[in-house]
C-alpha cells in the first residue's frame, strides 16, 4: 500500500528516526517499522495524530491508499459485468436446444430472459466504459493499470477500434450460431 511510503516519506522529511517518532506517538519503534514495511497497518487514531505531527492532512497522508482502493473496486464493477454478461450469454445460446426439447416453443422464454440478462450486463458495461471515457481495449486495460493513454496512443488506438468491434461482433455471432446449432443438434 502506498501508506506506508507516505509514513517514512513524512518521517524523514521531518528528521525523525524510527525510534523518536515511535516516541511522539506512544509506540514502539517496532510498530513504526511494521508500518513503513507494510506489515501492520496504523491505527485511526494513530493515523491522526501523525497527520497533526506531520502538518498534512489525514486525505494527504492516506490518499494514495485511497486511490488504489477505489481503483480496485472499479475494476472488480468492471469485472463483474464483463464475466456476467459473457456468462449469460453463454448460457442464453446453449440452453436453446434443451429448452426447445423440454418445453417446446414456450421454453424458448427461459433462453430469451437470459439473453435479456446479458443485454442488461452488457448495458451496464457500455455505461461503465462511457462513465470512463473508455473505447478501447488499450485503454480499458490501461484503466485497471491505474493510468491513461497519452493522447497519440489513446488517437492510434480509437483509430482501429471500428474494424475491431466489427470483428469481434462477428466473431460472437459466429460461435452463438455454432453453438446455438450443437446445442440443437444434441437435444432434438
Known amino acids: 500500500m502506498n501508506l506506508s511510503k507516505q509514513i517514512k516519506k513524512y518521517r524523514t522529511r521531518e528528521q525523525l528516526s524510527q525510534k523518536e517518532l515511535a516516541e511522539k506517538l ?16 496504523p491505527d485511526i487514531h494513530n493515523l491522526l495524530l501523525m497527520s ?10 492516506v490518499k494514495g491508499d485511497v486511490e488504489i482502493m477505489k481503483n480496485e473496486i472499479q475494476n472488480a464493477q468492471m469485472n463483474k459485468w464483463s464475466i456476467s ?23 424458448l ?5 437470459l439473453f435479456l440478462c446479458c443485454l442488461y450486463a452488457a448495458i451496464k458495461m457500455e455505461k461503465f466504459k462511457k462513465k470512463h471515457d473508455l473505447k478501447t481495449y488499450k485503454e480499458i486495460l490501461a484503466f ?6 497519452s493522447g497519440e496512443e489513446r488517437d492510434k488506438s480509437r483509430k482501429t477500434h471500428l474494424y475491431f ?17 450443437l446445442s ?3 437435444f432434438n
Open 26 to 41: 506512544y509506540i514502539s519503534r517496532q510498530t513504526i517499522s511494521n508500518w513503513e514495511n507494510e506489515r501492520s497497518y
Open 109 to 113: 422464454l427461459i433462453s430469451l430472459a
Open 144 to 149: 485497471q493499470e491505474g493510468r491513461k493513454l
Open 52 to 61: 497533526v505531527l506531520f502538518a498534512v492532512s489525514l486525505d494527504d497522508l
Open 184 to 186: 440443437l443438434s444434441l
Open 165 to 181: 468491434k466489427v470483428l469481434i461482433v462477428i466473431l460472437f455471432g459466429v460461435i452463438s450460431g455454432i453453438l446455438t446449432f
Open 85 to 107: 454478461m459473457l456468462l449469460f450469454a453463454f448460457l442464453a445460446v446453449i440452453s436453446v436446444g434443451p429448452m426447445l426439447s423440454l418445453a417446446g416453443k414456450k421454453g
